[in-house]
């Protein structure tokens, strides 16, 4: 199955600067990656996502970049602010009997110092 | 707007009890998941279904069971709570061939 490592576990940067946590997975059929926000007391929420043909999205301040041939995809926050601290959750999926299954990360715990 | 709710926020019992954790979306997604969040091992699947009446087995089903009788809901059961279920648990739901997920705002078990 799916094995999917994300670093760091905490992360802790001063609002303005960027911020960066890589995943890697193990299982080349994956070929969506998603990634969860998760504030505190909150559900998870889909963020920002990426399919296995592109190399790059963008939206507003968050990036997510995907390099196939390493098994790796990053996800990038500029000019973090302090309602960016969160949990961030990277998940791996390929499809299964149609549909898709999410292997997820252990998380990666932002905190945004203002 | 999907919804994914899930019928207890905080649940406290106690060893050995048979417990049920509801969960109930209301957009007839097709496929319904059972997660279980512990800090530092993020997310892992426990059960999921594909449609009504069928299951299968995630990452970490001991201890575990579910049903799901009816579309809209997946009930998730433990048949003899142990103080290693203490948790946080997460309901998720999607739509057959979709890749997106909605999740429940997650019951917080703990056994005593």
């Known amino acids: 199955g799916e094995n999917v490592e994300q670093h760091p576990s905490t992360l802790s940067v001063q609002e303005g600067d960027s911020a960066v946590i890589k995943c890697t997975y193990s299982?080349?059929?994956?070929?969506?990656f998603p990634w969860y926000k998760q504030e505190l007391g909150k559900r998870p929420q889909l963020i920002i996502d990426i399919r296995s043909n592109v190399g790059e999205k963008k939206d507003q301040r968050i990036a997510v970049t995907l390099n196939k041939t390493a098994k790796h995809f990053s996800l990038h926050i500029t000019e973090t602010q302090p309602e960016d601290s969160a949990v961030y959750f990277c998940a791996a999926s390929s499809p299964s009997g149609g549909s898709y299954i999410p292997t997820f990360g252990r998380g990666t715990s932002l905190i945004v110092h203002p | 707007d999907v919804k994914v709710t899930q019928s207890s926020r905080y649940l406290v019992k106690r060893t050995g009890e048979k417990v049920f954790l509801e969960c109930v979306q209301d957009?007839?997604?097709?496929?319904m998941f059972w997660y279980r969040q512990d800090p530092g091992l993020g997310l892992r699947l426990i059960y999921f279904?594909?449609?009504?009446?069928?299951?299968e087995k995630g990452d970490i089903p001991e201890g575990y069971s579910v049903s799901r009788e009816k579309k809209e809901r997946f009930s998730l059961i433990l048949e003899s709570a142990s103080t290693n279920q203490t948790s946080m648990y997460l309901c998720?739901?999607?739509?057959?061939?979709?890749?997106?997920?909605?999740f429940g705002s997650g019951t917080r078990l703990t056994v005593v």
């Open positions: 279904s594909y449609d009504v009446k069928m299951k």
């Open positions: 957009m007839d997604h097709e496929n």
């Open positions: 998720a739901s999607s739509l057959a061939n979709s890749l997106g997920y909605t």
């Open positions: 299982d080349s059929a994956s070929n969506y």
